[in-house]
């Protein structure tokens, strides 16, 4: 049987999972702030969501590999620690080539979170409690992508878009410093 320490600390994962998802979908329903305050072109303001959904592609794959690398815990630490600096950036980004470099970083270390925090799933829990853990970073995965465009243009309307991206910084804090 799983500890409650280790529950907590797949909770914490899964938030880290969840703010990255969640990520993805709060920006697209800002897109067209983010496009007036930036000055980007209609041409160009794609490029948000692409160089986001590139890195976390590229990074997937790798997850298995910068596993054996830096251990699943550390490398859900240092995940979640360049997904929140990296939120930071693009809150703070003033232009579109800034908070395009800040997304890359964030789309990298949002992949590599998905498929670690299922893993975590199989090296963190017996057999028997596979179901539950499964079950709970499913719900964490379906339920981000749901709530993110009501999100995402509730905070642009009540505060500004640079808020889209520091909503990641105290729980990737908090995930961050106790997830270890």
């Known amino acids: 049987r799983a500890s ?19 990520d993805i979908q709060v920006v697209a329903t800002s897109l067209p702030s983010i496009q007036h ?3 980007i072109s209609p041409d160009a303001i794609s490029w ?16 298995g590999w910068l596993t054996r690398v830096l251990t699943l815990r550390w490398l859900i630490v240092t995940a979640i620690t360049l997904f929140t ?7 703070l980004s003033g232009d579109f080539t800034v908070l395009i470099g800040f997304r890359v970083l964030q789309g990298f270390a949002g992949g590599v979170l998905i498929p670690a ?13 596979h179901p539950l853990a499964t079950t709970l970073a ?8 749901t709530v993110g465009p009501v999100v ?18 105290a729980p990737g804090i908090m995930a ?3 997830t270890p």
């Open 4 to 22: 409650a320490a280790i529950w907590l600390g797949f909770i914490l994962m899964c938030l880290g999972m969840f703010m990255a998802i969640l």
């Open 37 to 39: 305050a930036l000055a």
């Open 48 to 63: 948000i969501q692409t160089a986001y959904l590139i890195a976390e592609i590229v990074a997937i794959p790798l997850t």
């Open 85 to 91: 600096l990296a939120s930071i950036g693009c809150a």
């Open 117 to 129: 925090v299922f893993s975590a799933v199989f090296l963190l829990f017996p057999v028997r409690q």
């Open 138 to 145: 499913g719900i964490m995965a379906v339920l981000a992508p």
């Open 152 to 169: 995402g243009g509730w905070i642009t309307q009540t505060y500004s878009w640079h808020w889209l991206f520091l909503i990641n910084v």
């Open 176 to 178: 961050a410093v106790a």
